[in-house]
């Protein structure tokens, strides 16, 4: 029997050169002596059913796409309740997900941890609406402004963030919620409240820049910041720069509850990796350890990004 199930989105990726990103995992996969079968998705939500079932019969389950599809095979192994292993390949236009757990946006790399094998494990996110509606995430979960924009990446298939936040941005108008944490509550104004498993989303924007995935902790982020001074910093988002920012609040917690305050107001969306949950109000939860991946031994990821921006993405002191 294989050893690895890749669960394939066709969507995802490129053609680079005549060939597709997938015939350059199978070339990856197969000179690296990997025994493997390909699965392919057919509609949304497919992962999730694939990933839950390969993992019960016994497969190292990777998620080969955007982080769409990875999210879709986090959540299926989580919920098999197998103790399956889990890990990803990059193949997406954001690719936030792997690079929490430090893989770089790189195939043949990707394919290359794959076969070395290293595993340990780390935090996964649990976002629960209040119809019992469940999500494990790696990521970021936000409600507000950027869930606007990912829900229009949803349906529009835009791949553009940049342009997709200039089209949110001028009809935006911020409301006020209600954020209780473990030893916080915030009530206010607020143009998008960030729960970060992880440090970043949109394609390398890092909001919650100080997450860690092994201290069993939340890093939460509301930025209460006027749209014009919003659009102009969002570049420094991408090289962790944002912070600290005057209008941004940080907290930390295991737990966050997160309502509109206003019941007479829309209520925000929540998002978790890129994919929707529906309307506030939701409860996050961090699991310590949650989750054992296949990944490199080191954060190869956030050394990549500290050779190209000086520092790592966690230092607000540079």
């Known amino acids: 029997m294989e050893d690895i199930a890749i669960i394939h989105n066709p969507l995802a990726g490129s ?10 995992v199978s070339e990856c996969l197969d000179n690296l002596k990997v025994s493997y079968k390909i699965y392919k998705t057919e509609y949304a939500g497919h992962a999730i059913d ?26 299926g192994v ?12 990059p193949m997406g236009s954001g690719n936030d997900v792997p690079a929490v757990i430090g893989i770089l946006p ?12 290293h595993t340990t494990k780390s935090d996964v996110g649990l976002a629960t609406k209040d119809d019992g509606t469940k999500r494990y995430f790696l990521g970021v979960g936000s409600q507000g402004f950027d869930s606007e924009v990912a829900r229009r990446a949803n349906e529009n298939k835009e791949k553009n963030y940049n342009a997709l936040v200039l089209k949110v941005f001028f ?8 954020v209780i944490m473990d030893n916080d509550t915030y009530e206010g104004e607020a143009i998008l409240v960030a729960v970060g498993n992880g ?5 390398g924007m890092y909001i919650c820049q100080k997450a860690k995935v092994d201290d069993g902790l939340f890093d939460i982020s509301i930025a209460n910041i006027k749209k014009l001074k919003l659009l102009f910093q969002f570049k420094k988002t991408y090289s962790a720069s944002l912070l600290p920012h005057p209008n941004l609040n940080e907290y930390q917690s295991r737990k966050v509850r997160i309502e509109m305050l206003n019941p007479d107001d829309d209520a925000y969306l929540c998002q978790v990796d890129g994919e929707m949950l529906g309307e506030l109000p939701v409860t996050y939860e961090t699991i310590k350890d949650g989750q054992e991946f296949i990944r490199p031994k080191t954060n190869e990821f956030a050394e990549a990004f500290k050779e190209k921006y000086g520092h790592y993405y966690w230092d607000c002191d540079h």
């Open 199 to 203: 440090g970043s989303y949109g394609g």
């Open 15 to 24: 053609k680079k050169k005549g060939r597709s990103d997938i015939d350059l």
């Open 78 to 89: 989580i919920s098999s309740n197998s103790g399956a292993l889990c890990g990803f390949i």
């Open 50 to 75: 694939l990933a839950s079932q390969l993992a019960i019969d016994g497969y190292r389950v990777i998620g080969a796409g955007g982080d769409g599809t990875c999210n879709e095979v986090l959540h």
């Open 171 to 178: 009809g935006w108008k911020s409301k006020k919620v209600k």
């Open 106 to 117: 790189d195939i043949k790399r990707a394919c290359e941890i794959i076969a070395e094998g």
